[in-house]
T-cell receptor, first 111, second 118 residues
């Protein structure tokens, strides 16, 4: 049972445009959501997070939106840059910090 | 400062062989996690330590998998009698504090050990 789902395995976006990555979850107990970025042969790197008591968190070019009623979150990257090309994982947790990950979305930024 | 390191980076094992994977967390980090990432999938939780105590091992797929952190620092994940389905990248992560329940402590991941079982 996949509790965190990323339904788009891949996404291509023109440099300078907005990248939107989506994530859905089923477990209403989750109280913290995160996005990780992963380059080949490296471990995931924390990008941005959001608590369930908020609906938006912004950090530079990255914004995460949370819609609790829809059990949906999204990551917006604007403007997209070539260095943003990577696999992005959505993850969720409740209380004990154990992370439940989605299957990832491979983002390719086209110069 | 140094991040999380893992060794070996790559391991090829024959089916039935025992393997040991090492994780060196960031110095002073209380929490340590092991995850398994199969090809094309996201990381999946295996087990969690707070200092030397193994507080959650619910993700270990079978009793062939064993993890320890005897002095609350370095951790070893051991897989006995490896099978082909054990082939995956094994990721270790550490975070600076124990589970608070009210705030999240970022997990810092190592580069992983890619295990291939032939």
């Amino acid at each position: 049972d996949q509790q965190v789902k990323q339904n788009s395995p891949s996404l291509s976006v023109q440099e300078g445009r907005i990248s939107i990555l989506n994530c859905d979850y089923t477990n209403s107990m989750f109280d913290y959501f995160l996005w990780y970025k992963k380059y080949p042969a490296e471990g995931p790197t924390f990008l941005i997070s959001i608590s369930s008591i908020k609906d938006k968190n912004e950090d530079g070019r990255f914004t995460v939106f949370l819609n609790k009623s829809a059990k949906h979150l999204s990551l917006h990257i604007v403007p997209s840059q070539p260095g943003d090309s990577a696999v992005y994982f959505c993850a969720a947790t409740f209380g004990n910090e154990k992370l439940t990950f989605g299957t990832g979305t491979r983002l390719t930024i086209i110069p | 400062g140094a991040g999380v390191s893992q060794s070996p980076r790559y391991k090829v094992a024959k089916r039935g062989q025992d393997v040991a994977l090492r994780c060196d967390p960031i110095s002073g980090h209380v929490s340590l996690f092991w995850y398994q990432q199969a090809l094309g999938q996201g990381p999946e939780f295996l087990t969690y330590f707070q200092n030397e105590a193994q507080l959650d091992k619910s993700g270990l797929p079978s009793d062939r998998f064993f993890a320890e952190r005897p002095e609350g620092s370095v951790s070893t994940l051991k897989i006995q009698r490896t099978q082909q389905e054990d082939s995956a990248v094994y990721l270790c992560a550490s975070s600076p504090a124990g589970a608070s329940g009210r705030s999240y402590n970022e997990q810092f991941f190592g580069p992983g050990t890619r295990l291939t079982v032939l």
